[in-house]
């Protein structure tokens, strides 16, 4: 489908958990067992700031309140752990688990003749594709396992635009952690915040969830 000459936009970047489907319930599971199994207390508002790091840099935050020492084999032991868990929790994802608005917002972008892409932290974020069934959506998947820096540095969102082939000022990133919108902000992009305003702060405008969403007001 040719461009809409409308748009100002010539890609569209989705983040993946709390945007397009909710895994942070599975993440949080996954890591309260661990946690709990090297002694440090873990809650929901622990989990909070976890929302955006990847699982290197969120298990360290866990064991920065554990006893004892860590070897760097120790850590990859337990991330991979903690990552086994978390993929017996997902293999029972289904459509089911879209977001509200999801499907409709990512048709929306194609009939516009925007290209998509999508930007997670995520190293299971292909699984959680297919199991949703929408992969196919996608003109470029970034392989999280290849990006050396996490949110908020850009490298993420400057990935996607370079392999969509299109200018980071020209795209437009949707996110609904901190991190993740200022990795938008960095890149150059312009930043939808899914979720709470006066905490998403840097993004250039806000909306509840993806039922709200309008490429036309963005």
């Known amino acids: 489908m040719s461009q ?39 809650d929901e508002a622990f989990n909070e700031h976890l929302k955006g790091i990847d699982r290197m840099g969120s298990l360290d935050l866990i064991l920065a309140g554990a006893r ?15 990552n086994r868990h978390y993929q017996e929790l997902i293999a029972t994802m289904s459509a ?10 990512l048709a ?6 925007l290209l998509i892409g999508l930007a997670s932290v995520s190293k299971n974020a292909f699984t959680v594709l297919d199991r949703l069934g929408i992969r ?21 969102f400057l990935n996607a ?24 902000k960095a890149a150059g992009m312009t930043a939808l915040g899914i979720g709470d305003p006066t905490v998403l702060t840097q993004a250039d405008r806000v909306i509840p969830g993806l039922d709200h969403f309008r490429l036309a007001d963005c």
């Open 68 to 82: 004892g020492e860590y070897t760097p084999e120790r850590k990859l032991a337990l991330a991979d752990a903690k």
């Open 161 to 184: 635009a370079a392999h969509l082939g299109v200018a980071p000022a020209q795209c437009l990133g949707i996110e609904d952690a901190v991190a993740g919108v200022a990795a938008i």
């Open 108 to 113: 929306a972008v194609r009939a516009a003749g």
């Open 96 to 105: 089911a688990d879209l977001l509200p608005g999801a499907v409709e917002a």
């Open 4 to 42: 809409d000459t409308n748009s100002k936009y010539k890609a569209v970047i989705f983040d993946l958990d709390g945007v397009i489907t909710d895994t942070a319930h599975y993440h949080y599971l996954a890591w309260k067992r661990l946690a709990e199994a090297e002694g440090v207390h873990f």
């Open 136 to 156: 196919e959506r996608f003109d470029y998947v970034v392989d999280a396992a290849l990006i050396a820096n996490s949110k908020p540095h850009p490298e993420i």
